[in-house]
């Protein structure tokens, strides 16, 4: 066994900011743990001693300034990204120096030595979701994955077929590519939820036309957690023989997935929701029966003539490596992750005035999405700077527009305005969660006291009685 298996936390990782919780540190120690027996008893020690010292670097800095590298809020904004997990950054560094070929150079060992990991990497993808190695496409992530989906599918069969049908909550990349689509001339259907953020499959199975080529349906949904009935879905496409794609971005490897149980026809992943580096991710074409595309990068013929360009080995391998470890923990980290997402709402939800976005049972439990009434969840957000957290999707929370996902809810400007969401993952702690539960809980109060409404209501005034004067 390489000796670098039980050294996974390079120097400048714990040497810089807080990058990693001590959880990590234990759980990846156990991990790598069966690979003590091929080592001398000094490394064994020397090991032990530098996952000690990384446990306490990592502890120190979780809460405590650091006057060398400052202060890191807490980490609760997992829908955005996920911090890189040590084993994932161990397997690509190699691909960053010896293993620096080519993989489609096939004249030479250097190009058949990263084919073959590249082509590791790409099972290693294809076991997570039940799919044929032969069926997966490696892209730049999601959104190149959802474009390719969205636009190829219909671009491709437009001689007989111009509708397909998505849903208002769908991530801006769906939709955005959808509105391009229509600028071409396609028909598109916007299925609308349910208050609790679920599609209704009546609706969507009245929505199917003779020349609907495309539904896609996301499978969690990143502002709320939601998760939709794939499998009916699946089963209603396959009826109506209508292809079923589904942008499992925040899905895969947190739910049990599996493309023919469900019968997904195309899928888009993303490396980086899962511990994995950042611009890698893959799409999922199924074979039996053939789906096809119109590539949007054509060049070379790489990834089955779909995605033309030459592969990036360390991404890659580093994305078979996360894809592996998630399969690998699934169970762990999902009852780890259950049982901090309970801790958090039980804490957030005995505020008074506060509500749970979205389906109180069809849900991952990694996403808790709240609203704190008669506030402003902007507000909240420049008040709670020590803790990392997005009032929607990463991509809208940079404009003040409520949340089109909360408004296809049913919830208003106010309540959709007064939003949180804290994304717990693998590396959160049961110590950051009480904490983060402490500080929204005095944050909160101490917003209320300043805001005039919320002396009304403290008064037993009913605000909706109230006739506001404008001027
Ligand atoms: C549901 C969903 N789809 C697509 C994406 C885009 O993924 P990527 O960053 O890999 O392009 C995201 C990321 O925020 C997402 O949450």
């Known amino acids: 066994m390489h000796l670098r298996a039980l050294r996974p936390f390079p120097r400048p990782l ?9 959880t990590t ?35 120190n800095n979780a809460f405590k300034a650091n006057p060398l590298n400052g202060t ?60 044929d190695p032969k069926e997966i496409i490696f892209t730049s992530g999601a959104t190149e994955s959802n474009n390719m989906a969205i636009k190829g599918v219909p671009r491709f069969y437009q001689k007989t077929k111009k509708h397909i049908i998505t849903v208002k909550t769908e991530h801006k990349c769906i939709l955005d590519s959808a509105r391009h689509l229509q600028d071409e001339g396609f028909d598109v259907t916007y299925l609308s939820v349910n208050s609790d953020g679920l599609i209704d499959l009546e609706q969507l199975e009245k929505a199917i036309r003779k020349d609907t080529c495309l539904v896609s349906v996301m499978a969690v949904n990143n502002e709320i957690g939601v998760v939709q009935p794939i499998e009916e879905i699946g089963k209603i496409c396959r009826k109506h023989k209508v292809f ?111 509500q749970l976005n979205g389906s109180k049972v069809h849900r991952y439990p990694g996403c808790v999405n709240v609203s704190f009434a008669y506030i402003e969840g902007e507000s909240l957000l420049m008040a709670l700077k020590d803790i990392a957290l997005s009032s929607g999707s990463a991509c809208t929370s940079a404009s003040l527009e409520p949340s089109y996902v909360l408004h296809a809810l049913g919830a208003d400007d106010a309540l959709a305005h007064s939003s949180i969401r804290f994304g717990i993952g693998r590396f959160t702690t049961e110590e ?14 101490f917003l209320r006291e300043l805001s005039p409404l919320w002396e009304m209501v403290k008064e037993g005034i009913d605000l909706d009685t109230i006739e506001w004067s404008g001027h």
Request: net charge neutral.
């Open 72 to 131: 890191r809020p807490i980490y609760l904004d997992m829908q955005a990204t996920t911090p890189t997990d040590p084993r994932v950054l161990d397997k690509m560094l190699q691909f960053y120096t010896g293993l620096y070929g080519n993989p489609h150079s096939n004249t030479h060992s250097y190009g058949w030595e990263t084919d073959k990991e590249i082509e590791s990497a790409r099972k290693r993808v294809a076991d997570l979701i039940g799919a």
């Open 14 to 22: 714990l040497s810089s900011k807080r990058f990693v919780s001590s």
């Open 244 to 354: 079923f794609h589904s942008d499992c971005a925040q899905a895969v490897g947190k739910i049990p997935l599996d493309v023919n149980k469900m019968n997904i026809d195309l899928m888009s992943i993303s490396s980086h929701k899962i511990y994995g580096p950042k611009g890698i991710g893959a799409i999922y074409v199924r074979r039996r029966p053939r789906v096809r595309l119109d590539p949007i990068i054509t060049g070379g013929g790489q990834e089955r003539g779909l995605r033309s360009g030459t592969l990036a080995p360390p991404l890659v391998t580093g994305f078979g490596e996360a894809c592996r470890l998630i399969k690998e923990d699934m169970d762990y980290d999902q009852a780890h992750i259950k049982r901090l997402s309970k801790r958090l709402m039980d804490g957030l939800l005995s505020i008074e005035h506060t």
């Open 432 to 445: 950051e969660i009480d904490y983060v539960i402490k500080a929204i809980h005095e944050r909160v109060e």
């Open 25 to 59: 540190v234990q759980r990846a120690a156990t991990a790598t743990a069966s690979a003590a027996n091929d080592l001398v008893e000094d490394d064994i020690a020397s090991s032990a001693q530098q996952q000690k010292f990384a446990s306490e670097t990592i502890a």
